[in-house]
């Protein structure tokens, strides 16, 4: 549960980050959405034995985190905590695929070892990106993007209450998970068995929570409109920072850099 506390301070933290001034911070939302899912796209477009042409592309996460100041710490924390499920998904690819792809020296590499590193690069490098989104930008300033891109309102408006309510069950089975390790004695009720009642009881009491959250902010005047902490406008600076960035992708994705800088090297030094 401990770790669960810190995983949700975390998540807390990165959001609040979005009230930074710097230059990326000061952006419209839509140019940082919209160049995030490029940078999304354009990683995940790669064949799966793909492992050099993508180590180019941490420059974005990279770039973003140094110009904004937001503490790499935390970002990579992040990582660690994801990446795990990533090498779940491809556990089974070095098994499957043992055909040699590479030679490193005598060593021979299969295609499985190959596309199970490039599942881990590519999940890194997704997941980075959409961590310094919101941290750059905040939760509801990702949402409002997405309104003023046409997605429907209804849609909207569910996710930010999706994300807001993982909060407030995260808040109460942290309370509930600490009372009863404070009420047992010698490690009773501390089974299995009790957890049936437990995740019930979390269930309900969150339902009760967020539904008093929600009249809460009912009675506040809140009519589905989002309130972000500062109003921008689709301008110059946003059309460079998307055109630039966009651009920058397409070159990457078409001209394998390492590839291109090994071949002169050698070229030179044969």
């Known amino acids: 549960m401990a770790r669960i506390e810190t995983a949700l301070r975390d998540l807390n933290r990165i959001d609040l980050l979005a009230g930074g001034d710097s230059s990326i911070h000061r952006l419209d939302?839509?140019?940082k959405v919209l160049v995030t899912l490029v940078y999304i796209i354009t990683v995940v477009s790669f064949s799966r034995y793909e492992i050099s042409g993508l180590i180019p592309f941490?420059?974005?996460?990279?770039?973003m985190v140094a110009v904004s100041g937001l503490p790499p710490e935390i970002v990579t924390r992040k990582l660690l905590l994801v990446l795990p499920f990533a090498a779940l998904v491809g556990l089974f690819n070095p098994l499957f695929d043992r055909e040699?792809?590479?030679?490193?020296?005598?060593?021979?590499?299969?295609?499985?070892?190959?596309?199970?590193?490039?599942?881990?690069?590519?999940?890194?490098?997704?997941?980075?990106a959409a961590l310094v989104l919101v941290a750059v930008t905040g939760f509801t300033?990702?949402?409002?993007?997405?309104?003023?891109?046409?997605?429907?309102?209804?849609?909207?408006v569910q996710l930010l209450f999706l994300y807001r309510y993982i909060f407030v069950l995260g808040d109460e089975g942290i309370r509930m998970s600490r009372a009863r390790e404070l009420r047992s004695f010698a490690g009773r009720g501390m089974g299995l068995k009790a957890y049936g009642s437990l995740v019930g009881s979390l269930l309900l009491r969150t339902w009760d929570r967020a539904e008093r959250i929600?009249?809460?902010?009912?009675?506040?005047?809140?009519?589905?409109?989002?309130?972000?902490?500062?109003?921008?406008?689709?301008?110059?600076?946003?059309?460079?920072?998307?055109?630039?960035?966009?651009?920058?992708?397409?070159?990457?994705?078409f001209?394998?850099?390492?590839?291109?800088?090994?071949v002169l090297v050698t070229g030179v030094f044969p």
């Open 214 to 253: 929600h009249m809460a902010m009912l009675s506040r005047g809140f009519r589905g409109e989002f309130h972000v902490r500062r109003e921008c406008s689709f301008g110059r600076r946003e059309l460079a920072f998307t055109a630039g960035w966009c651009l920058l992708f397409m070159l990457l994705r």
């Open 29 to 31: 939302p839509r140019a």
């Open 141 to 156: 300033g990702v949402c409002l993007a997405l309104q003023r891109f046409g997605v429907p309102r209804a849609f909207v």
């Open 100 to 128: 040699p792809l590479l030679a490193l020296g005598s060593l021979a590499v299969s295609g499985g070892w190959v596309s199970f590193l490039s599942i881990i690069l590519r999940a890194a490098l997704t997941v980075g």
């Open 255 to 262: 001209v394998n850099v390492p590839h291109l800088i090994g």
């Open 58 to 63: 941490a420059i974005f996460p990279l770039a």
